[in-house]
């Protein structure tokens, strides 16, 4: 299966190597070396358990409230463009999958399905991915749009006034292929990519997306909807502090699942930083390289009050469609709630920095 889907490589047009790295960290189109690849499943396993014993785990409660929203997990979907290339139900499965199993999807603004035939799939909490386009009527429209679907916040990637150098991208001359678009810019004539000599997507950007984004805008986000905002892309303790200031709802340390400015840390890495930063005024989330129970373990331990993934949900949905998307999920749950038995936490208050080791730890 995963040969036969479009997202993967063929072996013939990547160097060998590439095709084993692509393999083991489960990835395509990612920034330059790969290094922030590897290192944001590499850094996970560096931090090591603490665990508690002879406690009474009988019963595990694994729900948590993320903006207000009760969830089944602290596991969400992060937003991933373009799902109908890995599927032919896309944003269709993606959406009935997450809303089956209690937790909130977050549709990309580079959806091939619009947030209206996204909100036809039926209930479900769904966030909004935006990516800022120079044009703001173009935003502000998309925005309303959302909001009308009923899409609870909107989540303000920041990472992106250029896109990465995904040197697959380039050597593949991606492009969307004719069959679909960007349906959220259909009707305003921006929902195609062309085929260019490089990277199609990189020219859309270059062409669409406003390099001139600052924090100013955000302010201007929050003069045009009542939806909370969610920043994705912080790194650091200075922008988180920022972001706090800038009145979001809450942050999402994120380094763009590794394609964007490649040789950035992990994210685990980065995530105690920002949430010290934050004094616990704003939830802070996380994405990158989460692919087991363990790891979402970790990132609460580190502060987290939640996870996004975003490959697995893809790779899933490229094998087996909504039931693939339903069923990582579940394996995610699964494995969280025997992590937490294991170390003698019976609900997500109880998982505490004493629970884990972290390299930059002193020593005991
Ligand atoms: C992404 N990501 C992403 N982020 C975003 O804000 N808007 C988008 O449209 C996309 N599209 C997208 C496509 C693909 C194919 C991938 C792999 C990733 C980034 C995504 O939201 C998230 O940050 C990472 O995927 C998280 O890392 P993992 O779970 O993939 O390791």
């Known amino acids: 299966a995963i040969y036969t889907t479009p997202l993967f490589p063929s072996s013939l047009k990547y160097p060998i190597k590439q095709v084993f790295v692509s393999l083991k960290y489960g990835d395509y189109q990612c920034a330059e070396d790969q290094w922030t690849l590897m290192e944001n499943r590499n850094a996970f396993s560096r931090i090591l358990f ?20 009760k969830i089944s997990m602290p596991i969400m979907v992060a937003p991933t463009a373009m799902q109908k290339m890995a599927h032919p139900d896309g944003e269709y499965a993606t959406a009935r999958a997450s809303a089956a199993t209690g937790t909130i999807m977050t549709l990309s603004s580079w959806a091939t399905s619009s947030v209206e035939e996204v909100a036809s799939t039926g209930p479900g909490v769904r966030f909004f991915q935006l990516y800022v386009y120079k044009d703001r009527s173009v935003v502000t429209q998309l925005v309303k749009r959302a909001e009308k679907a009923g899409f609870k916040a909107i989540v303000l990637t920041v990472d992106t006034p250029r896109l990465g150098r995904r040197e697959s991208d380039i050597k593949n001359r991606f492009a969307l292929p004719q069959n679909l678009s960007l349906k959220n810019f259909d009707g305003l004539n921006l929902g195609k990519l062309d085929k260019t000599d490089d990277s199609g997507l990189a020219s859309y950007v270059a062409g669409q997306v406003d390099r001139s984004l ?50 950035v840390p992990a994210t685990i890495t980065a995530l105690e930083e920002v949430v010290e930063a934050t004094q616990r005024r704003v939830p802070v989330f996380l994405d990158g390289g989460v692919r087991r129970g363990t790891d979402v373990f970790k990132a609460l331990a580190l502060g987290a009050s939640g996870v996004f993934i975003g490959r697995p949900v893809i790779f899933s949905l490229a094998v087996d469609g909504e039931a693939g998307v339903r069923k990582t999920l579940q394996m995610l749950h699964d494995e969280l709630e025997l992590t937490m038995a294991l170390s003698g936490c019976c609900s997500l208050a109880e998982i505490t920095r004493n629970h884990i080791v972290a390299p930059w730890d002193p020593p005991r």
């Open 214 to 263: 600052s924090w100013k805008d955000v302010k201007w986000l929050k003069s045009i909807t009542p939806l909370p905002i969610l920043v994705k892309g912080v790194l650091t303790a200075e922008d988180a502090r920022i972001a706090v200031q800038s009145g979001v709802a809450g942050i999402i340390v994120s380094n763009h699942g590794a394609r964007q400015l490649d040789y």
């Open 50 to 69: 603490r665990p508690r014993i002879l406690i009474d785990v009988s019963k595990i409660d694994m729900t948590t409230t993320v903006l207000g929203f």
